[in-house]
Nanobody
Framework: EVQLVESGGGMVQPGGSLRLSCAASGFTFSTYIMTWVRQAPGKGPEWVSGTNSGGDRIDYVDSVKGRFTISRDNAKNTLYLQMNSLRPEDTALYYC?????????WGQGTQVTVSS
């Protein structure tokens, strides 16, 4: 069974940092593109960042460039998202997703709230 389990969310003040993790199981993690998608209250899903199977090709949505860093450890079947200089507009439920051409597997999400 394919499973993606996110952790690391929480509440932080503006300017703070969080590191999200996504533990993958049930499939060959090292062969898939992996992405982070977020959904803010009352809004649709937004692609945030993605990395290819080897982790050497990475991209970000413009609003997080220079603040967020995606990485993966294929030996540990884990995807990460380091989030620095957080802003209130980063508040959302963050999902780890597997990309096989479709976003065909999602975790349950981890809540990130940025508020003073």
């Amino acid at each position: 069974e394919v499973q993606l389990v996110e952790s690391g969310g929480g509440m932080v003040q503006p300017g703070g940092s969080l590191r999200l993790s996504c533990a993958a199981s049930g499939f060959t993690f090292s062969t898939y593109i992996m992405t982070w998608v977020r959904q803010a209250p009352g809004k649709g899903p937004e692609w945030v960042s993605g990395t290819n199977s080897g982790g050497d090709r990475i991209d970000y949505v413009d609003s997080v460039k220079g603040r967020f860093t995606i990485s993966r450890d294929n030996a540990k079947n884990t995807l990460y998202l380091q989030m620095n200089s957080l802003r209130p507009e980063d508040t959302a439920l963050y999902y780890c997703t597997r990309n096989s051409g479709l976003y065909d597997a999602w975790g349950q999400g981890t809540q990130v709230t940025v508020s003073s």
